[in-house]
């Protein structure tokens, strides 16, 4: 197995950081739709937010996907990274 090129690493890279950027954004989406149904909030928008993140989800896990095997699990691993840093910055509880 040969070693990986500097542009194999900075893609791993930039997919590991995009990754990241997504978790962020599906967690923080998980805990608003999760305030929406604790506080009594819109039926719709939590349904939005619902379909947006699983769709922002899935469609970029599905291009890196087509990148590789590696850029796809450097993205998975960026989304797994990005959790408990979202679960921490939103732990209080929800009214």
Same mark, same amino acid.
Request: negative net charge.
């Given at each position: 197995?040969?070693?990986? $090129?500097?542009? &194999? #690493?900075?893609? +791993?890279? @930039?997919?590991?950081?995009?990754?990241?950027?997504?978790?962020?954004?599906?967690?923080s989406a998980v805990w608003w739709t999760t305030r929406l149904f604790a506080?009594?909030? $819109?039926?719709? &928008? #939590?349904?939005? +937010?619902? @379909?947006?993140r699983l769709i922002l989800l899935g469609g970029l896990l599905t291009l890196a996907s087509?990148?590789?095997?590696?850029?796809l699990l450097a993205m998975a691993l960026g989304v797994l990274i990005a959790r408990p840093f979202v679960m921490w910055r939103h732990r209080e509880a929800a009214p």
């Open positions: 197995m040969s070693a990986l $090129s500097w542009g &194999t #690493a900075l893609s +791993l890279a @930039a997919h590991l950081a995009a990754g990241i950027g997504l978790g962020v954004a599906y967690f506080t009594g909030g $819109s039926a719709w &928008t #939590a349904i939005a +937010l619902i @379909a947006g087509i990148e590789g095997a590696l850029p």
